[in-house]
């Protein structure tokens, strides 16, 4: 088989898989699943800095929790309906991705110290203003989303809504990876000095590109906010955003399907070693130190290795 | 005759060194003009700053006689500035493809493009294709830069100056550490621009530099200390004492 055969192969039985997984596993793992897409468009939004502009950037959690919390108070307490509140949260964290943009005024560990000094402020909003973000307890009892009569009625149904939202999300970051400004977008990771004498302000390409993944950021937080019913301080925490780099890193930084293996990966993990080990984030460190030393390029790097190995051999 | 690019009284510190230290000088468009000096004379430094690479310390930079003292970089290379590095400055990532295609869109509206593949734009392409085949890197298109090897990349920097369409080019030793064969090939090239496009050049080779300048500019200790013909140059005992040292 050739290997565009074969990709198209792959790629139909993981559409098969995905469309009828609700008919082989309980609502437990369609909870999980749901939730690893979720988290996988996440860490994809860190990822379009990480791997492809070279920002590490560690506050990609307050515009995930700042969409989850707009869309939840606009839904709970304002009574808005869902086509107003879920765009609603996606324009405040996408807002916040331009203000905290700034950022990329900085390069190297000073950019990833804002970011996280961003990330508290936005925790310590979230926690301590109670009288507006419900504090610990967060927003609770948010509904299914609704759209013009249709409702989603279960977690089978929203998992299929992810789902979909998720692919188109991959579609276009395919488009947009492939295009002028993502090729320059690794032009920059490579030589700002030499993509600034080939006449591209570098500043302005990464904030546009710092806000676009804000915005995808947001896109998973309304996702989330709809899956979860709730949302609390926990959503703009660190460990949210360290855990979405994580994930991009372990799947394969810089490729589209390595965030998602990375988020089921993570996710799963966490699932199964909380179930019986108290300490599951010392494990979450020890799978982080191990990917960085001995499997830089993540999974699906490693994949193409091994291939690359097996082909000269 | 047109002035391309007026240097007035550039200086440039570096905490107490002053690397540049009053240089004047004009290059008329169309001129090939090679700067010489021994090592330390300014002559990198001058480039940063003319380029936009480094802001002056005092003095004023104008270029077809508008001012550019303050403008940065990206702007300059907008305004029809290309340059290469002495130590080679690609993209080591991408290919050698992509690398010349960014050089392509870079003054162009499209590098903000960001709903179409790069694929579609066939004349950004077509371009880059050409400055590769100008540089005779053609065959190694869709080579990793990083693949390439040391004047393999010397010639794709030099696809990257001339393929942002410059009306001046500066070049920083273009030739350093290539095999003569390499050597005669870059000369050559560069011998071959078309004549509306003004080169200015680092050059240590003073075969090279001789054999392709309308004039040189010798710096020493970040001064001028002669500008002339080549002729005058070769001829002029102060230059032979600093560069070539004494007898």
């Known amino acids: 088989m050739s290997a ?28 999980l699943v749901t939730q690893m897409i979720v988290f996988g468009l996440l860490a994809l939004s860190v990822d379009l800095l990480l791997g492809h502009a070279g920002l590490f950037s560690i506050c990609h959690g307050s515009f995930f929790a700042v969409a989850a919390y707009t869309t939840a108070i606009l839904q709970v307490r304002h009574g808005a309906p869902t086509v107003l509140a879920a765009p609603a949260g996606l324009l405040a964290g996408t807002l916040l991705g331009l203000v905290f943009g700034l950022a990329v005024r900085t390069r190297g560990v000073y950019f990833i110290l804002i970011t996280i000094a961003f990330g508290y402020v936005v925790w310590g909003v979230a926690h301590r203003w109670s009288s507006f973000t419900g504090g610990d307890n967060g927003v609770t009892n948010v509904p299914f989303p609704a759209v013009a009569g249709v409702r989603v009625e ?17 579609l276009g970051y395919r488009v947009l990876i492939r295009s002028p400004f993502g090729l320059a977008l690794r032009g920059i990771r490579g030589s700002e000095s030499r993509m600034r004498t080939l006449g591209f302000d570098s500043n302005r390409h990464l904030y546009a590109a710092f806000v676009l993944s804000a915005a995808l950021a947001s896109l998973a937080g309304v996702l989330y906010v709809y899956y979860n019913r709730f949302v609390n301080p926990v959503a703009a925490s660190f460990p949210v955003s360290v855990e979405a780099a994580l994930m991009a890193i372990v799947g394969g930084s810089g490729t589209i399907v390595g965030p998602f293996i990375g988020s089921a990966i993570i996710l799963g993990l966490r699932n ?42 | 005759m047109t002035v391309a690019v007026e240097v007035a009284e550039v200086v440039k510190e570096f905490g107490g060194l002053r690397a540049v230290d009053g240089v004047s000088l004009r290059v008329a468009a169309g001129e090939r003009r090679v700067l ?38 990206h702007r300059r290379t907008a305004l029809g500035m290309g340059r290469t590095f002495q130590i080679s400055n690609v993209i080591a990532e991408l290919t050698c493809l992509e690398n010349v ?58 696809a990257l100056a001339l393929t942002s369409q410059p009306r001046v080019v500066f070049l920083d030793e273009p030739c350093a550490g290539l095999s003569p064969s390499e050597r005669l090939r870059i000369s050559t090239l560069i011998g071959g621009l078309p004549r509306d496009l003004t080169v200015v050049m680092i050059e240590h080779d003073m075969d090279v530099a001789l054999g392709l300048a309308d004039r040189v500019t010798v710096l020493h200790q970040g001064r001028v200390i002669l500008e002339g013909s080549p002729d005058e140059v070769q001829s002029n005992s102060e230059v032979r004492e600093v560069y070539f040292g004494h007898g």
């Open chain 1, 272 to 313: 199964w070693v909380s179930s019986f080990f108290e300490l599951y984030a010392a494990i979450m460190g020890i799978v982080f130190i191990a990917a960085v030393l001995w499997v830089p390029e993540g999974l699906v790097g490693l994949a193409a290795r091994l291939r690359g190995r097996a082909a000269r051999a």
């Open chain 1, 154 to 170: 279960s977690h089978t149904e929203y998992y299929y809504l992810a789902l979909v939202v998720a692919a188109l999300c991959a």
């Open chain 2, 101 to 158: 295609m960014l050089a392509a869109v870079g003054i162009d509206g499209r590098k903000w493009v960001l709903h179409r593949p790069m694929a579609v734009f066939a004349d950004v392409r077509e371009r880059a294709r050409a400055g590769l085949e100008l540089v005779g890197l053609v065959h190694r298109a869709d080579e990793t830069a990083r693949r390439l090897s040391y004047g393999e990349r010397r010639q794709l920097e030099l």
């Open chain 1, 4 to 31: 565009r055969g074969g990709r198209i192969a792959l790629g139909a039985a993981v559409v098969l898989a995905a469309a009828t997984l609700p008919f082989v596993a309980g609502p437990f793992w369609m909870g």
């Open chain 2, 36 to 73: 010489i000096g021994p090592n330390g004379a300014g002559k990198t430094t001058l480039f940063h700053c003319i380029t936009g690479t480094l802001p002056p310390t005092a003095g004023r930079i104008a270029f077809f006689g508008q001012d550019i003292t303050r403008l940065p970089e």
